[in-house]
């Protein structure tokens, strides 16, 4: 069995994970900033701890996180405010890398999404801006740290029923629809996949299934 803290347990991709997760027989700790969703996120089968990461210093974290074989960090803002989108997908992020280094947990998967980095090509007028800056700068940053990091980027998330089916480095000019459940199984499938550290995977809902989608010729 091994020890998975999700940070953001109460997302909608967060909840299928933990959910998945715990059905393997892994033990899951959700990290949640209000303490109201605690049962939303016991009825997966996790553990739920109230840490607002948004506030909280590396060293808040790294206590939070030790014990753990491994975390995903599945956090947002929101969106709406951009100070608080730096402070969140950016800033807290960032001390959540630092704070696993200083735990000793070594395995890291961020969920970033398809198209994030440097070169986003978002506009400063449009909205998504502080969410596009704000993530490249925090996947930048995993990807310096001393990890064994693997960067999730799924296309336009919808509800739709997950397939276990993707395409992974899918076109950017075509459909980028990704389901949160395939997001979810994406994420469960690398944490016991070693092989996918060092690996920034974009995808999108496909024809493979998750298994073969990830291996070493995708």
């Known amino acids: 069995m091994t020890r998975i803290a999700i940070i953001g347990g109460h997302g909608k991709v967060a909840l299928l994970l933990s959910a998945l997760l715990t059905g393997e027989g892994h033990s899951v700790t959700s990290f949640i900033r209000n303490p109201d969703h605690a049962a939303d996120v016991q009825e997966t089968g996790a553990t739920p701890v109230v840490l607002d990461v948004e506030n909280a210093t ?31 997908d950016r800033d807290a992020a960032i001390r959540s890398i630092d704070a696993a280094g200083q735990a000793g947990v070594n395995r890291y998967v961020m969920v970033s999404y398809f198209g994030a980095g440097k070169d986003h090509g978002v506009p400063e007028s449009n909205s998504f801006f502080a969410y596009a800056e704000a993530k490249a700068a925090a996947d930048e940053y995993l990807r310096g740290a001393a990890l064994e990091w693997t960067i999730l980027g799924p296309g336009a998330l919808t509800d739709k029923p997950g397939t276990g089916l993707i395409d992974v480095d899918p076109s950017p000019d075509g459909d980028r629809d990704t389901s949160r459940s395939n997001t979810a199984i994406v994420a469960a499938a690398v944490l016991d996949l070693p092989q996918t550290a060092g690996r920034t995977i974009e995808f999108r809902d496909g024809t493979l299934p998750v298994s073969a989608a990830l291996g070493p010729r995708a």
């Open 58 to 88: 590396t060293a808040d974290i790294a206590g939070a996180l030790q014990g753990h074989d491994a975390v995903v960090w599945s956090a947002g803002a929101g969106g709406g405010n951009p100070d608080r989108t730096y402070a969140v």
